[in-house]
């Protein structure tokens, strides 16, 4: 019953995303979120990506400015999970 419990929970885990940052161009960049099930907020999608976004320009000693960002929509089930994306630079 463990291994299964286990299983079922890497399961889970595993099918959440998570982009990094990645350069679109000069000082352009892209990070996203997704949720591994359809029970997850989406508000701590965007928190996480935002924080993630900040801390990767405060390296840089600048600050993060969202130039976009897109949120998948409900329902969440299917594969259709909360996703935020964002696009930002550092200024």
Do not use: H, W
Not at 28 to 33: G, L, M, N, P
Not at 46 to 69: I, L, N, P, R, Y
Request: net charge positive; aromatic share 8%.
């Amino acid at each position: 019953m463990k291994k299964l419990i286990l299983l079922g929970a890497a399961v889970l885990t595993g099918c959440a995303s998570n982009s990094g940052v990645v350069a679109m161009g000069p000082d352009t960049y892209f990070v996203s979120r997704q949720a591994a099930t359809g029970f997850s907020g989406q508000g701590t999608l965007k928190a996480e990506a935002m924080a993630e976004a900040g801390a990767f320009c405060t390296k840089k000693g600048k600050t993060a400015e969202v130039t976009s960002q897109q949120d998948a929509k409900p329902p969440f089930i299917l594969g259709n999970y909360p996703k935020t994306e964002i696009t930002f630079r550092c200024v």
